[in-house]
Nanobody, 123 residues
Framework: QVQLVESGGGLVQAGGSLRLSCAAS????????MGWFRQAAGKEREFVAA???????YYADSVKGRFTISRANAKNTVYLQMNSLKPEDTAVYYC?????????????????WGQGTQVTVSS
């Protein structure tokens, strides 16, 4: 199984940037699709970005052009670079892993989850 450990969350002013990291255990990291989700207080968990083993990426419309997902397979780590942050981006951000199959952009499509890291964007 895969264990995911996240870091990089914190408090930032609107317009600022943060870089989230997700370190994964396991020997077959490169075979997994990796995703970032977020959940704001009182709301459902929503898709943010995904990075597939073949190199393709996909973003939610709400973050497209501002966020970038990247993967360092040699380090078993996936990143989420967040620029031009808005108060609406405030949420707990989760790293998730999906093994095999087709693309998935919903929480039910992922097999493993990190503990979450809080991102708070102030005005």
């Amino acid at each position: 199984q895969v264990q995911l450990v996240e870091s990089g969350g914190g408090l930032v002013q609107a317009g600022g940037s943060l870089r989230l990291s997700c370190a994964a255990s396991g020997r077959t990291f490169s075979r997994y699709g990796m995703g970032w989700f977020r959940q704001a207080a009182g709301k459902e968990r929503e898709f943010v970005a995904a990075s597939w083993s073949g190199g393709s990426t996909y973003y939610a419309d709400s973050v497209k052009g501002r966020f970038t997902i990247s993967r360092a397979n040699a380090k078993n780590t996936v990143y989420l670079q967040m620029n031009s942050l808005k108060p609406e981006d405030t949420a707990v951000y989760y790293c998730a892993a999906r093994y095999g199959g087709s693309y998935s952009y919903t929480p039910s499509g992922y097999d493993y989850w990190g503990q979450g890291t809080q991102v708070t964007v102030s005005s």
